[in-house]
Nanobody
C-alpha cells in the first residue's frame, strides 16, 4: 500500500488546515486509517484514526478541534484541523493499518507549522 499525503503548510494560531491522504495498492476490507504527528525532539503520537466501520479515536489534545473522516470511494482519509495552536506544529504522517495481515504502512509526512 502506498500513501500520498498533502495539505500541510503554515497557518496562524486559531487558523485551520485540512490534510488529505490517498491510499493505493493492495488494500483490505478491514483496516484503520489514521494520522500521527511528530514534533522535534518528541516521539510520534497518535492524532486521530478511523476504522473501516467508521469508529473514530482522537488524542485528548485535539478533541473538539480536529475531525477525521474517510471516503472509501476515493481511498482517502481527511483530517480537518481547526483552532490550531503552536503546539500542533509537527510533521503529520498518514498511516494505513491492514487488520487482516497485520501490517502498517506510512506516508511521507507533511509539515504543519502554526506560527504568527
Amino acid at each position: 500500500v502506498q500513501l500520498q499525503a498533502s495539505g500541510g503548510g503554515l497557518v496562524q494560531p486559531g487558523g485551520s488546515l485540512r490534510l488529505s491522504c490517498t491510499a493505493s495498492g493492495k488494500m483490505v476490507n478491514r483496516n484503520i486509517m489514521g494520522w500521527y504527528r511528530q514534533a522535534p525532539g518528541t516521539q510520534r503520537e497518535l492524532v486521530a484514526r478511523i476504522t473501516s466501520v467508521m469508529t473514530t479515536t482522537y488524542a485528548d489534545s485535539v478533541k473538539g478541534r480536529f475531525t477525521i473522516s474517510r471516503d472509501d470511494t476515493r481511498n482517502t482519509v481527511y483530517l480537518e484541523m481547526n483552532s490550531l495552536n503552536t503546539e500542533d506544529t509537527a510533521i503529520y504522517y498518514c498511516c494505513y493499518s491492514d487488520l487482516e495481515f497485520f501490517e502498517d504502512y506510512w506516508g511521507q509526512g507533511t509539515q504543519v507549522t502554526v506560527s504568527s
